[in-house]
């Protein structure tokens, strides 16, 4: 039976193989389907006899609770971008520069494919692992979400390539969706109500971290391969590597050149170019790399990216299209923004219906009238903005776009703080502020209540439900009257009621973020929670002590003030501390600490951790790092060319440690 079974998988990996990776099928689906079934029935029939890397084992059943991290066996390094060609020009001096005088440079040149990069790891012929790039250096193990894309071999065969053991290898490529199925999976998401992708990339990165390996298996995912190493091989070239992975039954993208100069490169890199829109899948640019793997050796890397390879970027895709009307919106901090209706158009992967138009400088300058052919432009985001106007197909009738005059939700009165360029409402009641600030505090990074959205917000308050983030809290209290709102009904309430409540665990720095104080996003709400260990703490402080913390400056530390100083403010924070939430950080114990309580302040450079690393290592000791020095201050870590900072340290008497004193201090 096993030899049966054996013969079975072959045959249908062949298939697969001719399917996927050659898109050249052999046989009808009907009698593929046919093999298949005859496979299950005998697996069913013969369990033991089941293999991980059986065809049938592609798409497992059990769903991924956590994606688990997985160290890659070399970092999965980025590439340094070039723009034109004299960037190009000064890769290859580097290059040749890099390595023995008079050596030849040969590149190879890709397209670069424009999706999620992963990593694949096999052994003794059999995938055992898959990951995502992550930080480069730890990535999330998708294993389960990979087999099921069956473009990636689960087994690989190394027959007729005796010079290599290909024992233990690692692949690595891009995983992407063809524009075509991307259309198709947004068609399918839309009919029914369901969150659209932006892109073909972000579509298939979010895809390959979902959760339950059946819906990934059921999107159309494909891979190309384009890196190959080994512990065990001594490869030559990059050339002959996508030979070998051809060989072993990867995917890899045939459209790469081989070129003896740069020449060569800039012209290849301009035919790829005029190719990009006549391909099936996106690619943004071309990768360069240096072909023979010895001297990429020799060059080695700086920093996150190697010296023998760099991308360039294609320019964005660009089309015309007629602005119909400006619009002004209000956001949650009051700041009015235009934004461009566009006569639907596509590009790049979806139709564009709206543009950013960023503020009425913007719009001044660039004399962005109603009524407008434009230029959109859509870069590696995916916001598409105006580039430009055809001022030439413009009416002789049209007239330039004045400033907004009242505010466009509740018609008050607008101000300009002189020092920017926005417009904003003045009145803090105005329904669309209020909106935008519930939305916020309930949104994901912040306070997180699963199922307080957009929609559910506007109709809260439209209903009169809600009027401040602080009356979420109340809502529990309205319950009747909640569920007799249309299309609620009581499951979904008891759902949301729920999650409120869960809502009270999060962290002081997520709670501090949710408030919305303008400039304190989540990196500097997290900074301030870990120096004022309490929202008091934080109210009580005064401007030049908030801006003493690491990486805080003036705008911010007054933006703080300005918020507490105002009344209404302060009385929701009280409400929000009656209701539970969490507005003080609890100090991790840390035994006996030698820098407990102790502040820093790091100054000169470093040469053995990033001041980002030695702060963060600071604060998880249970000490504080500051910005200035004062009399306060501790110690004072300089490095190389430290400066005023040290000079105003020794003139104080603060005690000046070197780095080497530093690490020695925190060493545990
Ligand atoms: S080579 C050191 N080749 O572009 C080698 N990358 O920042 C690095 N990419 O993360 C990768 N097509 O996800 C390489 N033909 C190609 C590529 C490619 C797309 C992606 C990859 C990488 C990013 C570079």
């Not at 072959?10 to 001719?18: A, F, G, R």
């Not at 891979?223 to 030559?236: G, N, P, V």
């Not at 010296?307 to 901090?333: C, D, E, M, S, Y």
């Not at 929202?535 to 007054?558: F, P, R, T």
Request: glycine share 6%; proline share 4%; net charge negative.
């Amino acid at each position: 039976m096993n030899s049966e079974i054996e013969q079975l998988r072959n045959e249908i990996n062949k298939y697969d193989y001719h399917y996927y990776v050659l898109t050249d099928p052999q046989i009808s689906d009907f009698e593929y389907d046919k093999l298949l079934q005859k496979l299950i029935q005998l697996e069913s029939q013969y369990p033991h006899l089941i293999t991980p890397d059986s065809p049938t084992q592609r798409v497992g059943k059990d769903l991924t609770k956590d994606f688990k991290p997985i160290q890659h066996l070399l970092p999965m390094l980025s590439l340094a971008n070039t723009y034109d060609e004299s960037e190009l020009l000064d890769f290859d001096r580097r290059v040749r520069e890099g390595l023995p005088a008079q050596e030849k440079v040969e590149y190879v040149v890709e397209f670069k494919i424009d999706g999620a990069s992963v990593s694949l790891r096999y052994a003794n012929g059999k995938m055992i692992s898959a990951a995502t790039r992550g930080d480069g250096i730890i990535g999330e193990e998708i294993t389960n979400n990979a087999k099921t894309i069956r473009s990636i071999p689960l087994s690989i065969d190394a027959h007729g390539l005796q010079d290599f053991s290909l024992n233990e290898l690692e692949v690595r490529g891009e995983i992407y969706m063809e524009l075509e199925d991307f259309r198709k999976l947004n068609e399918e998401r839309e009919s029914k109500g369901e969150r659209l992708f932006a892109n073909p990339r972000n579509s298939s990165a979010g895809t390959l971290k979902l959760q339950d390996p059946r819906i990934v298996a059921s999107r159309p995912l494909r891979i190309f391969t384009y890196y190959l190493l080994s512990d065990k091989d001594e490869f030559k070239s990059q050339s002959e590597n996508l030979q070998i992975l051809e060989q072993l039954g990867f995917r890899i993208n045939k459209e790469f050149k081989v070129c003896s100069s740069i020449d060569e490169v800039i012209e290849v890199c301009k035919k790829f170019e005029a190719m990009r829109d006549s391909l099936p899948y996106e690619i943004d640019g071309a990768v360069i790399k240096v072909n023979s793997i010895k001297q990429q050796k020799i060059l080695g890397s700086i920093a996150r990216s190697p010296r023998w390879a760099t991308a360039f970027k294609f320019k964005p895709k660009q089309v015309i299209t007629k602005l119909n009307q400006i619009k002004w919106q209000v956001g949650r901090t009051g700041a009015i923004t235009p934004v461009a209706e566009l006569e639907p158009i596509f590009l790049a992967g979806s139709t564009i219906s709206r543009a950013t138009l960023h503020n009425y400088d913007e719009i001044k300058r660039k004399d962005i009238r109603e009524g407008d052919f434009v230029i959109i432009e859509k870069g590696g985001d995916v916001i598409p903005k105006v580039v430009e106007v055809l001022k030439e197909k413009r009416e002789t009738n049209s007239t330039p776009t004045l400033p907004p005059a009242l505010c466009p939700v509740c018609s008050s009165p607008l101000f300009k703080p002189e020092e920017e360029v926005a417009y904003y409402c003045i009145n803090s009641e105005c329904a669309e502020q209020i909106k935008g600030k519930i939305i916020h505090f309930a949104s994901r990074g912040a306070i997180d209540i699963e199922g307080l959205g957009e929609a559910l917000v506007n109709l809260f308050v439209d209903l009169g439900f809600l009027k401040t983030y602080a009356d979420i809290y109340d809502l529990h209290k309205r319950k009747e009257d909640l569920i007799k709102i249309e299309r609620l009904g009581e499951k979904s309430i008891n759902n949301l009621l729920l999650s409120i409540e869960k809502s009270k665990e999060q962290p002081f720095s997520k709670v501090l973020f949710a408030l919305g104080i303008r400039y304190v996003g989540v990196g500097v709400a997290k900074k301030l929670s870990e120096f004022f260990l309490s929202i008091d703490d934080l109210i009580n402080a005064d401007e030049e002590e908030i801006s003493s913390v690491y990486e805080i400056g003036e705008s911010i530390s007054k933006s703080i003030k300005l918020f507490f100083s105002d009344k209404h403010n302060f009385d929701l924070i009280e409400r929000l501390k009656k209701s539970g939430l969490i507005f003080y950080t609890e100090k991790k114990v840390i035994g006996d600490s030698p820098i407990l309580n102790k502040s820093f302040v790091l100054t000169g450079t470093l040469n053995e951790l990033t001041r980002e690393a030695a702060s963060e290592k600071i604060v998880a000791l249970g000490g504080k790092v500051t910005s200035s020095v004062s009399k306060k201050t501790d110690y004072v870590v300089a490095g190389e060319a430290a400066g005023s900072k040290l000079k105003k340290a020794t003139g104080l008497g603060v005690k000046i440690l070197s780095e080497e004193e530093f690490l020695n201090l925190i060493k545990q």
